[in-house]
């Protein structure tokens, strides 16, 4: 029951009100926040769920599955959101390049992690990226009228007491309600979650357009932080609401925009999705001339009408136009306006459609948001541009002229709707056609950022190479495309970020061309290696270094004896190759070439004819990582987190399936090479002392190991294994066919970052392997994803999969040229940076022009005597 003064009050607004032709909302005191909890705003007057809705990546979605798309969120709003009154929120945020540095320090360990985290910070706010957030409130409890509250405020305020406290019961009682329709909303393409405390108390306090102190991380946020956080000052003006900070300056101009006519039928997939479009409105700037994004933010006020209530609303409409249809009838002109009749017929219909189950009906009340921390003439231009581009798809949008406060207040979270006048009685297919949760996504929540979103919407792709274990999920990706499109400078960027976080990263390089990898990792100071396998690096890939002394004896007898003629291996010289093993492999620095002069001197001819064999052998670049005796001081690979590049270069492997008997001297050598480094490879992934540490094995060039039996099995076994051995693999190629008979490599891949491809064979492939649709405008999107609108190469775009399996394009990014160029793979622009670093060593050795003949004199012994110890 209502108290005698608060009728009066009612009575009192009403009246004005009508007076001034305006409804009783617009006059009445705004709510006034209670408390904010997860997924729950409290105001003095009502309590409202508030959810987070994820994004679909709908620029890429085959029009048939954007159709479903669309029906399975106009069923949603009709099922689960009938009979609630809602408020659906765009709005964005800037990417902070300092919310990132502190990110950063969590994310990285290893390496200069400052140095790392200040590049990112100042990349990020160069770029000045907007972030999107999709919010929605749905209202879930009454707890007082509006009149009742602002007497009741009123009162407090005389008296000096205050009466808002949340009890907790009432908090509970709130919360269960909010987890039950979140249960609900879960199963929408919207994935709604309860919103975080965090989320919504930025939300609110964003609005202000001054600086405002971290909410407390505490379950609910009331009192004096729930005050702190919303203090604001806005003076209204005609066309704007002028947003005043702390000393009395304008900090922003904000417009709101009504949407008070739509076209009677609207085409969709395409332009005319009316708030999927809001990432794509740019405007001139009036200063700069420069062409940017306006961002505007959008606030949708609706309620999905109950079958009995649209039929009932329907009805009285009918009912209405019947009735004056027989007025006019019975007059003297016995004629009625064809308006009239129609409204009966359409009225007539969708009662038919309603009491049918065929369709539903909301009342929405659409708002657009542009603001300013500019001037108020950058304002009009974006109001301006926004108008324009709606006006394109044929949608009214208009500047709400002496309406901005009222729009404005209702445009907050916790608010009513004000303006009622300004909506509309449509079907609920119209706000799910305007596809206010697609665009582009993809990517992970947290992570590294590995570049940037290309599609409609803006914003980031994370993504953490060495996650996939962590997660419980399978472990490998894939950069497929054709040569000098940036697939394996994008890998040797996921690799960086894995060594940052004090990862074992090995990479296989059988190009040669990867040298850049080491030189971004001293960069950025992560502990680097590179090993080239050649003449120069005896014995640095020999299995008995490489493996724990009990695994190697076999491994080194498989190696010798795929490098021996056919002839001997017919004659039985495994058993002496076994015996020389097991001899060695008992010594106190067990070797290959050990094993190699053993049989040299042994009394038979055929183990000393093979050891003879195999001295020759050491004797070549591809043999003497092998069987060579190392060097003084020497590093061999070794199992340490850091950067391992080991490259091998003229690496001739036979074809699968071949046999020893068929394969040449240097194809039997590289084989025996390759099983070395994979049989290296499968030991550090599988070490027990090395189980907590992160780990990646990345195969440039993969075709290189497709085509052989050993390289197929040593694949499979990594894709299927590394999630028990928190292994990552990362696989680059050109060839997606060779790829499609590997079943455990393609069953493991989560994520896959596809490049330009130009044959119709291969563009198919990949398209499978994208799980896109295999379709001529699969083919021209991969096809042209590679190259900017003129024809020239794009290096690092592609179009990527991520593990939700959601497909977006994007673009690698480097937080600095430096670092980029230090990955590149470009024989000229490593040729330049080789002929500089060798003039930087010459001039570091002349003497000064300031040197006098004595200090001259001086030094000269002195570099002759460095160089000498250093030989």
Not at 241 to 266: C, H, K, N, Q, T
Not at 673 to 682: D, E, K, P, T
Not at 816 to 836: C, F, G, I, V, Y
């Amino acid at each position: 029951m209502s108290s005698t003064t608060t009728k009066a009050a009612k009575k009192g607004a009403s009246r004005v009100g009508k007076l001034l032709g305006l409804g009783t909302e617009r006059l009445l005191r705004e709510p006034q926040l209670v408390a904010l909890s997860d997924g729950l705003v409290v105001t003095d007057t009502s309590a409202e769920a508030w959810y987070v809705m994820s994004a679909a990546n709908t620029d890429l979605m085959p029009e048939e599955l954007q159709d479903a798309e669309q029906d399975a969120a106009a069923l949603a709003l009709s099922k689960t959101l009938a009979g609630y009154n809602c408020h659906l929120k765009i709005i964005w945020a800037r990417l902070d390049g300092e919310v990132f540095r502190e990110e950063a320090r969590q994310i990285f360990t290893a390496g200069d992690v400052e140095m790392a985290a200040d590049m990112w910070a100042k990349r990020l706010d160069s770029l000045d990226l907007p972030q999107r957030h999709i919010l929605l409130g749905v209202r879930i409890a009454e707890r007082d009228s509006a009149t009742n509250a602002a007497v009741k405020n009123g009162i407090s305020d005389t008296l000096g007491i205050g009466h808002t406290g949340l009890d907790a019961n009432e908090l509970t009682q709130l919360d269960a309600s909010a987890r039950r329709l979140e249960r609900r909303l879960e199963a929408t393409p919207w994935r709604c979650r309860l919103a975080p405390v965090e989320l919504l108390a930025w939300a609110i306090s964003r609005e202000s357009h001054r600086p405002q102190p971290a909410p407390p991380r505490l379950p609910t946020v009331t009192g004096a932080s729930l005050v702190r956080l919303t203090q604001s000052k806005a003076i209204p003006m005609a066309d704007h609401v002028r947003m005043v900070d702390a000393r009395g300056e304008s900090a922003a101009w904000v417009a709101v925009l009504a949407m008070p006519e739509f076209p009677e039928m609207m085409f969709t997939p395409g332009e005319q999705e009316w708030l999927r479009c809001l990432s794509e409105i740019t405007y001139e700037h009036p200063d700069t001339g420069e062409e940017t994004l306006v961002c505007p933010e959008a606030s949708i006020r609706f309620s999905v009408w109950r079958r009995a209530q649209a039929v009932k609303e329907v009805d009285r409409v009918r009912k209405s136009a019947k009735e004056q249809r027989r007025s006019a009838a019975e007059g003297s002109a016995g004629e009625t306006h064809a308006e009239t009749e129609d409204t009966e017929q359409v009225m007539e219909d969708l009662r038919q459609r309603l009491t049918r189950g065929g369709m539903t009906l909301l009342e929405d009340h659409p708002r657009l948001v542009v603001s300013s921390t500019e001037s108020i003439e950058d304002l009009r231009a974006r109001a301006d541009a926004v108008i324009a581009h709606y006006a394109g798809i044929s949608i009214d949008v208009v500047v709400a002229s002496d309406e901005q406060r009222e729009l404005w207040l209702e445009t907050q979270v916790g608010d009513i709707l004000r303006v009622a006048d300004l909506g509309h009685i449509r079907e609920t297919d119209t706000l799910a056609a305007s596809m206010f949760w697609g665009g582009s996504e993809g990517g992970d929540e947290t992570g590294p950022i590995a570049g940037l979103l290309t599609g409609t919407t803006p914003g980031v792709f994370r993504f953490d190479i060495t996650a996939g274990s962590a997660r419980g999920d399978a472990t490998t990706t894939g950069f497929i495309g054709r040569s000098g499109r940036g697939k394996t400078t994008s890998m040797m960027r996921a690799i960086l970020d894995a060594s940052l976080k004090g990862a074992f990263s090995l990479m296989l390089g059988f190009k040669g061309d990867e040298a850049g990898l080491c030189k971004a990792g001293q960069y950025l100071g992560v502990e680097s290696h590179q090993v080239t396998c050649g003449l120069e690096t005896p014995g640095v890939a020999d299995l008995f270094r490489l493996l724990p002394k009990g695994d190697a004896t076999l491994q080194v007898v498989s190696q010798l004896l795929i490098m021996l003629p056919e002839r001997m291996r017919d004659a039985g010289v495994e058993t002496h190759l076994l015996k020389a093993c097991n001899a060695i492999g008992e010594h106190a620095d067990p070797a290959s070439w050990r094993v190699v002069d053993l049989l040299k001197e042994a009394a038979e001819d055929l183990p000393r004819d093979a050891g003879q064999a195999l001295e020759e052998i050491s004797r070549t670049p591809l043999g003497a990582p092998l069987l060579g005796k190392p060097r003084p001081g020497a590093s061999p690979l070794r199992p340490a987190p850091g950067l391992w590049l080991v490259q091998v270069p003229g690496l001739t492997m036979p074809q699968a399936g071949t046999v020893p008997r068929d394969m040449t001297m240097t194809e039997r050598v590289s084989l025996a090479l390759m099983r070395g480094l994979i049989a290296y490879s499968l030991n550090t992934a599988a070490r027990p002392d090395l189980r907590d540490l992160p780990k990646i094995v990345a195969v440039p060039e993969v075709h290189v190991l497709t085509g052989t039996d050993d390289g197929r099995k040593f694949l499979d076994y990594i894709a299927r294994t590394g999630r028990a051995l928190d292994t990552s693999l990362a696989i680059d190629t050109q060839d997606p066919l060779s790829l499609l008979g590997l079943d455990g490599v393609l069953e493991a891949m989560t994520t896959l970052f596809a490049f330009e491809l130009t044959t119709p064979r291969q563009q198919d492939a990949l398209a499978e392997l994208l799980r896109m649709p295999v379709s001529e405008a699969s083919r021209a999107l991969i096809h042209s994803v590679g190259k900017f609108a003129n024809g020239t190469i794009r290096h690092g775009h592609c179009i990527a999969r991520d593990r939700r399996d959601r497909v977006a394009t994007m673009q690698w990014d480097a937080p600095s040229a430096e670092l980029l160029r230090a990955l590149s793979t470009n024989p000229r622009d490593q040729a330049e940076d080789h002929d500089q670093a060798m003039e930087a060593a010459r001039t570091s050795q002349e003497p000064r022009a300031d040197q006098s003949d004595d200090q001259t004199r001086d030094a000269g012994p002195q570099l002759s005597k460095e160089s000498s110890g250093a030989t």
